[in-house]
């Protein structure tokens, strides 16, 4: 996603740790999740590959959206994909597209 689109489309999102992150209906339980994962990968120093979270509601999925060249096999990848196990029930990163954490 450009830029420009970005930033309209969470212009009004809430950020943590600089992030911009939203749900589509703005459930609880998809909001404590990705606010769960921002606190993981804050506390790992990998927020600065992720530059927003959108939570489709209608999907039940969360698209993490990363800088541009990061793939799933560099090291920070694979800890952002492990954190996103842990903390997300299903989300789609780096191209993969997985169950996480409630599914287990």
Do not use: W
């Amino acid at each position: 996603m450009d830029e420009e689109l970005r930033s309209e489309i969470f212009k009004n999102a809430k950020q943590l740790h600089g992030v911009p992150y939203l749900s589509r209906y703005s459930y609880l339980e998809e909001t404590l999740e990705m606010e769960r994962f921002l606190h993981a990968i804050a506390a790992e120093q990998l927020h600065g590959y992720v530059l927003s979270l959108f939570y489709d509601s209608n999907a039940s999925a969360c698209d993490i959206e990363t800088v541009e060249g990061l793939t799933a096999s560099d090291p920070e990848g694979v800890r952002l994909i492990r954190a996103a196990t842990d903390h997300l029930s299903q989300f789609h990163l780096l191209g993969v597209a997985r169950h996480g954490a409630s599914f287990r």
